[in-house]
């Protein structure tokens, strides 16, 4: 498995991408699922970054298949990643390169069983535009970040998930944002075994047009140190602060044994 | 969906389920989701909680097989919930059950594309024995809780796995892990709509044959609204605690910009 997660803030885009693949649970492997694409300056000046998750041998192929394959803008002119003029352009490219390779490898995938699965986060910004984040499926369709839904998860995703629904809106600063895509990846690591370290952090800001700011993390990195140590502890904390639900007393505080207005209790079955 | 869980305790157990009930996203119901078998006293003394997730028209089948069936115990006498000796035998009824409506429906089910897909929390406690959990699959086989792994969760199980990992053992007070149960209902909640209150609590005490303390809650009981509240404030005080990272400073508490000894940093692709 895999897990990704990319979050789009007011202030710029998050990426994080761990690096476990498994053929099975006796193979594991290592392998990086993040792609950055940077042009600085000039009139094609773009930061775009994918991560990839599902198949690797698919995920793979359309990489290979982005980087070569120019496609027509329907007046002639052969476009790719680094000439698009806009990221849903780009992000079309991608699925496109998805098709490119569903059309080559899908059946004989088909014929050994093996579902044709990939999926894709595709963001950036290219010069001229606002910055972007699609969310690209197996069948080269996409889907692109709101201000309601400001971020996209692909691979084991669901673990990861309740920590940024808590804290995340468009609003939060970038390195808040970072800081919880690592606690949202922290959370996954801990409860699914196929999702593994070293993981890439990207984190870009708005019109900088960098990809600077990237690390890669491991288990001795001291940052992903304190939050694995620091969050798990805290966790416990406020789990022993919130009073114990008590059984007795219908004065508590916050009193468990007020009967439901609208649900009847459970009743229970006896032998006679 | 359906969301269950419970712990097998050193001190007891703990089931939880929420109500919610979905055949497509436009066809919502509540049905309840735990059935409760108790014999307070006499030699059948015994206390017994199913929880069901998966279809629905299935596990209201497999129950009603379950309290009418009675199975040959291998000397020409007729077993069932209330007479079995061992909470082993009392989960072989219910896989028992499981296959008789699989053979009765399963052929129908498959005509029409829908898959005989049912999951079982059965557990509590048998006099002379001591308790045990069983998580029961649609093949009617089923596992039983241990030492190392000591709860089980059925239906959308992810989103709230984590917190019970970092603070759930067998060691844990039984009105502690009821709390950990509620909060990991509460980020279910959170994240998955097709997950609905009221919510079924029910909290056994070892050796007590008694499912007195159970309780139904919504969105009104003080205590729930207690968790609902005060942990999705307190998780974001602990948030807001751990230090942002920081990209500038080499020499900072946890510095992230620690480079990976064993591995390289994503190479940034140009266009030139």
């Given at each position: 498995m895999t897990y990704c997660v990319a979050l789009k803030l007011n202030d710029g885009l998050v990426f994080l991408s761990d690096s476990r693949t498994n053929a099975g649970m006796d193979n594991f492997f290592t392998f990086r699922k993040m792609s950055i694409y940077e042009e600085r300056s000039g009139p094609q000046q773009r930061m775009m970054v994918m991560l990839t998750a599902g198949n690797l041998a698919i995920s793979q192929a359309v990489r290979q298949v982005l980087h070569s394959q120019l496609v027509d803008d329907g007046f002639g002119n052969p476009v790719g990643l680094w000439n698009c003029r806009t990221l849903f352009d780009a992000a079309r490219l991608v699925g496109a390169a998805v098709r490119t390779v569903q059309q080559r490898d899908g059946e004989a995938l088909a014929k050994n069983g093996v579902d044709f699965n990939v999926g894709i986060i595709f963001g950036g910004q290219i010069a001229g535009e606002?910055?972007?984040?699609?969310?690209?499926?197996?069948?080269?369709?996409?889907?692109?970040?709101?201000?309601?839904?400001?971020?996209?998860?692909?691979?084991?995703?669901?673990?990861?998930?309740?920590?940024?629904?808590?804290?995340?809106?468009?609003?939060?600063?970038?390195?808040?944002?970072?800081?919880?895509?690592?606690?949202?990846?922290?959370?996954?690591?801990?409860s699914n075994l196929s999702v593994g370290?070293?993981?890439?952090?990207?984190?870009?800001?708005?019109?900088?047009?960098?990809?600077?700011?990237?690390?890669?993390?491991?288990?001795?990195?001291?940052?992903?140190?304190?939050?694995?140590?620091?969050?798990?502890?805290?966790?416990?904390?406020?789990?022993?602060?919130?009073?114990?639900?008590?059984?007795?007393?219908?004065?508590?505080?916050?009193p468990l044994l007020t009967r439901s207005t609208r649900h009847a209790e459970i009743s229970v079955l006896s032998a006679t």
């Open positions: 606002a910055m972007r984040l699609f969310n690209i499926y197996s069948a080269g369709n996409f889907v692109e970040a709101t201000l309601d839904n400001c971020y996209f998860q692909i691979g084991e995703t669901k673990y990861g998930k309740p920590i940024i629904d808590r804290v995340v809106t468009p609003d939060t600063p970038l390195d808040e944002a970072a800081k919880c895509a690592l606690i949202s990846m922290d959370s996954t690591l801990k370290l070293p993981l890439d952090l990207l984190v870009y800001e708005r019109d900088s047009f960098s990809a600077a700011q990237r690390i890669c993390m491991d288990e001795l990195n001291p940052y992903f140190q304190l939050i694995r140590n620091t969050w798990g502890a805290k966790i416990k904390d406020v789990f022993t602060e919130i009073e114990d639900p008590d059984w007795k007393d219908p004065k508590a505080a916050h």
